[in-house]
């Protein structure tokens, strides 16, 4: 897990103590569901909005994967797509804001890269020349 930029040890151990087995989720979208970092929904009547992240699931897990998120946006010098998607969404909608997407998707690729036995791919070149 360490390979993905950004996440160090603590990250790495703190996700796997609170994830505990990847067989309870069937998409690796659930996951960032469970740590608490999709929208919050509100639906009532013709009202249906999305609000801020849930911080339904653990707290210190959030604020590593946030800190990683952090520290691949602002550190990270080499390229990936994951830090290009980030950055051009900060440009967007702001630092934090991007740095709590980018944090649901390091959740994301942390969970697939567990299940998969696989490690971080920095670009899609790569990855076709090693097919």
Same mark, same amino acid.
């Given at each position: %897990? %360490?390979t #993905?930029?950004? @996440?160090?040890?603590?990250?790495? &151990?703190?996700?796997i103590?609170?994830?505990?087995?990847?067989?309870?989720?069937?998409? &690796?979208?659930? #996951? &960032?569901?469970y740590?608490?970092?999709?929208?919050?929904?509100?639906?009532?009547?013709?009202?249906?909005?999305?609000?801020?992240?849930?911080?339904?699931?653990?707290? %210190?897990?959030?604020?590593?994967?946030? =800190?990683?998120? @952090?520290?691949?946006?602002s550190? #990270?010098?080499?390229?990936?797509?994951?830090?290009s998607w980030?950055?051009?969404?900060a440009?967007?909608k702001?630092?934090?804001?991007?740095? @709590?997407? @980018?944090?649901?998707k390091?959740? #994301?690729i942390?969970?697939?890269?567990?299940?998969?036995?696989?490690?971080?791919?920095?670009s899609r =070149?790569?990855? %076709?020349?090693?097919?």
């Amino acid at each position: %897990m %360490m390979t #993905v930029p950004g @996440v160090g040890p603590i990250t790495a &151990a703190a996700f796997i103590a609170v994830i505990d087995r990847p067989e309870r989720f069937k998409k &690796a979208a659930s #996951v &960032a569901a469970y740590i608490g970092l999709t929208p919050r929904r509100y639906q009532s009547g013709e009202v249906d909005y999305s609000g801020r992240i849930s911080k339904s699931g653990d707290a %210190m897990l959030r604020a590593c994967l946030y =800190e990683a998120a @952090v520290a691949l946006l602002s550190r #990270v010098e080499r390229f990936s797509a994951l830090k290009s998607w980030g950055v051009r969404l900060a440009a967007r909608k702001g630092f934090r804001k991007a740095a @709590v997407a @980018v944090a649901r998707k390091l959740a #994301v690729i942390l969970f697939r890269i567990w299940a998969d036995a696989t490690k971080f791919r920095w670009s899609r =070149e790569a990855t %076709m020349a090693a097919a």
